[in-house]
């Protein structure tokens, strides 16, 4: 996912969080490497944690895996 696509994320998360209501789903964060769209926003409302990090695909997932402990990562 790239910068600005709130619509992707917005579906994704409604798969993971809502439909799918997975209890694998134990930390929720989003890495964002400067969006100016409503990812922000969209993050407060599901109750995720915003992480900004470097621009570029890498970095923002590395970003997302230092943070995290669980065992199974969504990407």
Same mark, same amino acid.
């Given at each position: 996912?790239? *910068?600005?696509?709130?619509?992707?994320? @917005?579906?994704?998360?409604? =798969?993971? *969080?809502? @439909? =799918?209501?997975?209890?694998?789903?134990?930390?929720?964060?989003? &890495?964002? !490497? !400067?969006?100016?769209?409503?990812?922000?926003?969209?993050? &407060?409302?599901?109750?995720? +944690?915003?992480?900004?990090?470097?621009?570029?695909?890498? &970095?923002? *997932? +590395?970003? !997302?895996?230092?943070?995290?402990? !669980?065992?199974?990562?969504?990407?």
């Amino acid at each position: 996912m790239g *910068l600005q696509h709130v619509g992707f994320l @917005k579906k994704k998360l409604y =798969f993971l *969080l809502d @439909k =799918f209501k997975s209890r694998l789903c134990t930390q929720n964060y989003v &890495s964002d !490497g !400067g969006s100016n769209d409503e990812t922000q926003l969209l993050c &407060s409302q599901y109750t995720v +944690n915003l992480i900004e990090a470097p621009l570029g695909r890498g &970095s923002q *997932l +590395n970003a !997302g895996a230092q943070v995290s402990d !669980g065992e199974i990562l969504f990407f």
